[in-house]
């Protein structure tokens, strides 16, 4: 639920990165969109199917050790550094920018994310969907996407080269440099989240870190000022 005291733009309502949750661990530097762990907001428990956006930032040799999850849809993003991943399942790697990485735990899965760098710190967004379906197999996938412009992530049905996901949802990223855009939406609703730079989007001005909702519009009108990054999900209700 997002909310409604948020700042109001057209038909949409701005989440500022200001108003996020903030959690300091030393090691770890969260930033959520949504409650999470120590962070309780009751007006922002997710938007639809899309539950968790953290903004991670941990430092060097440190991470998340071995822990359990079921029944979710998990993304990492990383926007700068790399992650190394484990899992139950056998999977082993290295993901850096430009990669995507989906874990889709279903009826169980253990794993551990660890900065391998003994110098430098990574960023990345953790993003978990809930998914269509329970207690499904657990599967990975990750894939590295180079292209700029709008380009898709993730969708259900793995269209255009992108990654399965288990929910009626589609993730772009947004990438542009001082360029405007049209993104052709289908009325449902959705989320822009800004990774860097600053961006319009349909009237709304958007800088790093805010997020911005949005319900029954056809269309999202693009205007980047300077290099822009940022995530857009198409979503079920």
């Known amino acids: 639920m ?13 989440r500022p990165s200001s108003q996020r949750g903030d959690a300091d661990h030393g090691w770890l530097r969260s930033r959520h969109s949504f409650s999470f762990a120590s962070y309780y907001d009751p007006r922002f428990m997710g938007f639809g199917p899309l539950r968790v956006l953290n903004e991670d ?4 040799a440190r991470g998340f050790g071995r822990h359990p999850h079921r029944n ?13 991943h484990r899992d139950s399942m056998g999977n082993g790697s290295l993901i850096q ?4 990485q989906l874990m889709s735990a279903g009826t169980g899965v253990t794993h551990s994310e660890m900065n391998p760098s003994t110098e430098a710190g990574v960023h990345f967004l953790q993003i978990w969907i809930q998914p269509a379906a329970m207690s499904t197999p657990p599967r990975y996938a990750q894939k590295r996407f180079d292209d700029d412009g709008v380009v898709l992530l993730v969708s259900p049905d793995g269209r255009d080269d992108s990654i399965t996901v288990g929910q009626d949802l589609d993730l772009y990223r947004i990438r542009l440099t001082d360029d405007e855009a049209t993104h052709a ?12 730079g600053d961006l319009t989007v349909s009237g709304a001005g958007l800088h790093a870190g805010d997020g ?10 693009l205007t980047a000022h300077g290099p822009v990054e940022a995530l857009l999900f198409d979503m079920a209700a």
């Open 57 to 60: 930032r941990v430092e060097a």
């Open 185 to 196: 939406l289908r009325g449902r609703r959705g989320w822009v989240q800004v990774i860097s």
């Open 97 to 100: 920018p430009d990669e995507v």
């Open 2 to 14: 997002v909310n409604p005291d948020t700042s109001r733009e057209h038909s949409m309502l701005i």
């Open 72 to 84: 979710m849809e998990i993304i990492s993003y990383v926007i700068s550094g790399q992650l190394a």
């Open 212 to 221: 911005l909702s949005f319900e029954a519009l056809d269309a999202l009108h």
